[in-house]
């Protein structure tokens, strides 16, 4: 499985926070009034959209960048493609229409049907790949001035799709276009599954959904063709539960990336069963003076710990009837045994079992010791465990390293309060006494304490919601799986940031690791059959937590290490802003923040945003309704 692990030198405990760096709005930020206004309104189906297609909705990106030449491209109200150039003579952005797209017509045996956002990628900076929105590809050759040459113009059809009485085209949204070989372009395109008419029927009554990934394969150099619309190549096709998030080619492994909230298995498999809550997991309807909280006890965590600058503490409870002789403990520079024999044990309270297990950092193994404190008036005595830290004033996150990673150890949040390290002990009788009794075990006292970066101001639930889960799917060219997949598997991650588009080639995200932000960068294989493998190369301390703060954030970008960017969406009444996180270096108690407005209250909501690099340095583009925003000079 690909491993998003982090790399301990690289993370900051002793981070506090960002301070703002100004950034002059005047010196950074022109903008353009637009004579061809995009919209973010869609032509779509009578049928009520479903979550997933909201979703992708929101944070479709209306602006095509490419990178080279300064050129981006975006659709207007009216179905026309602009082609605006940044690295003109003039230094002032030039508008051209290059190309009209035919006019959506609504349709009776359409009206299930919901047509896409009109989308854009360049393949290279004089050929563009442009989706209606409504089924159909056309491939413009752009020149230097007046409007582009149609090189193809195609539709995307299927058969197996019996919503209608015969084949219509079927909406799509296009996301990617690379060179396979150099007489092979292949795109990669989305688009909603409806499949038959009575499944579609039920998928619309619960908004539920499937989606399609399509690969589409074009001859290169691409010849002129008639205006006749012709139907795709399609080299393969996947199916999944979401619009990709995104998608790519690594031509080192020869293989496409899809990154989703599923999985995209190949369209012949049976879709995954649906998730069916156990008898524990089912949260039953409160009936009138029901206390069903008070009902259900809560197991507290395995252990409890706290730290000084130079030692953890981890307190551990075992029965009081435990011998001295049945616990093991072994100390190594950088990972802890602690095994417990016998059958000591109270029903439901396992008993605590760690081989070799990772710390989070280094420990003085000569220094570090044991304890084991019965006393006799508790059912459960402590065992304590006194580690030395190997690096002083170096913050543990956690006392183990797989600590809330899938697969790892449970997540035990620290004890800030040393008095209250051991009512863990307490705690657990009142479990016990629960399990017999059906009485109520509120209190813990489990500490209550938070990193010192969100003392008092941590929300879990709002906190938890920040990212995106994304399940990596790896297609071979042809459209099999990869060679190499049996020992590698689907994996996962919470995405906090993807590249910003027009930043350039390869792939990154930064991942969600606690309240931090971890940059991952794909690695490029030394030979096709390479495992794929994912470098941690910096952190953007507590980005997660600021993340939270903001509820109207329409895109979250990062420009390689150097920052992360979120943009709000705005409105017509008031300008968003864009906040830029920067990265710090490891050991690094402050980071920079600094803050720019896209709109001015006149510009309209964010609907696309991409970046170039020039002479002077990189570049921001904004699209909104109203405006096209520049922004120089950053970073």
Not at 219 to 232: A, F, G, I, K
Not at 281 to 306: C, F, G, N
Not at 518 to 540: I, M, R
């Amino acid at each position: 499985m690909s491993s998003f692990t982090p790399n301990h030198a690289l993370l900051n405990p002793k981070f506090e926070g960002y301070k703002l760096e100004v950034i002059s709005q005047e010196d950074a930020v022109t903008r353009f009034g637009l004579e061809y206004r995009p919209t973010q309104v869609a032509n779509s189906g009578r049928s009520p959209l479903s979550f997933k297609e909201v979703q992708s909705r929101i944070t479709h990106n209306h602006l095509a960048m490419e990178n080279s030449s300064g050129r981006c491209l975006y659709i207007d109200s009216e179905h026309r493609v602009i082609l605006v150039d940044l690295m003109n003579d003039s230094h002032t952005p030039s508008f051209t229409v290059v190309y009209e797209l035919a006019a959506p017509i609504s349709a009776p045996a359409a009206a299930q049907v919901h047509h896409e956002y009109p989308s854009a990628v360049f393949l290279d900076a004089g050929t563009a790949f442009v989706a209606d929105g409504q089924g159909a590809l056309y491939i413009l050759a752009l020149r230097a001035e007046g409007t582009a040459a149609t090189l193809g113009s195609f539709e995307l059809s299927d058969s197996t799709q019996t919503l209608h009485p015969a084949p219509t085209p079927i909406p799509f949204r296009i996301h990617c276009v690379a060179k396979t070989s150099d007489t092979t372009a292949v795109a990669l395109l989305s688009s909603r599954f409806y499949g038959d008419s009575e499944a579609s029927r039920k998928s619309m009554t619960s908004h539920a959904s499937e989606f399609d990934v399509w690969a589409a394969r074009f001859s290169v150099p691409l010849p002129s063709q008639n205006d006749n619309l012709v139907p795709l190549d399609i080299l393969w096709r996947r199916r999944g539960q979401d619009v990709p998030i995104f998608t790519g080619y690594d031509n080192s492994r020869k293989c496409y990336l899809l990154a989703g909230s599923s999985v995209y298995r190949e369209v012949g498999q049976p879709a995954p069963p649906s998730y069916e809550p156990s008898p524990d997991e089912m949260a039953p309807i409160p009936r009138l003076d029901e206390k069903l909280d008070v009902e259900t006890p809560q197991r507290p965590p395995p252990y409890s710990w706290t730290q000084t600058s130079d030692t953890v503490t981890v307190a551990f409870p075992l029965p009081a009837t435990t011998p001295t002789s049945s616990i093991k403990v072994t100390f190594s520079q950088k990972t802890l045994t602690v095994h417990v024999r016998g059958t000591f044990h109270v029903e439901g309270v396992p008993l605590p079992h760690y081989s070799a297990k990772q710390l989070w950092d280094g420990i003085q193994t000569s220094t570090s010791v044991w304890t084991w404190d019965r006393e006799g008036e508790h059912s459960f005595g402590l065992l304590t465990l006194h580690l030395d830290k190997q690096s002083e004033d170096t913050r543990w996150m956690h006392v183990f390293a797989s600590a809330g990673t899938p697969g790892g150890e449970e997540e035990v949040p620290e004890t800030l309060d040393p008095s209250e390290l051991y009512l863990i002990r307490e705690s657990l009788e009142k479990y016990t006494e629960a399990l017999q009794s059906g009485e109520d075990m509120s209190g813990l006292g489990l500490g209550r304490g938070v990193p010192a970066l969100a003392q008092g101001e941590v929300d879990e639930e709002v906190d938890f919601s920040v990212g995106r889960v994304a399940f990596l799917t790896w297609v071979g060219e042809d459209g099999g799986i990869p060679v190499w997949s049996s020992d590698f598997g689907d994996s996962a991650c919470n995405v906090l940031s993807i590249d910003l588009p027009g930043s350039g080639p390869g792939a990154s995200m930064v991942v969600k690791n606690g309240i931090d932000g971890t940059l991952f960068t794909l690695d490029e294989a030394q030979t096709v059959g390479s495992l794929p493998t994912w470098t941690h190369g910096a952190t953007f301390s507590a980005l997660a937590f600021v993340l939270a703060s903001k509820r109207d954030t329409r895109f979250t970008y990062h420009v390689s290490s150097k920052a992360v960017l979120a943009f709000e969406n705005g409105s017509k009444d008031r300008g968003g802003n864009v906040y830029i996180y920067r990265g710090g270096r490891s050991g690094q108690i402050w980071a920079k923040q600094s803050v720019l407005k896209v709109g001015d209250g006149s510009a309209g909501s964010l609907l696309g945003v991409g970046t170039f690099k020039m002479a002077q340095g990189q570049t921001i583009v904004c699209l909104c309704e109203n405006e096209l925003v520049v922004m120089h000079n950053i970073f």
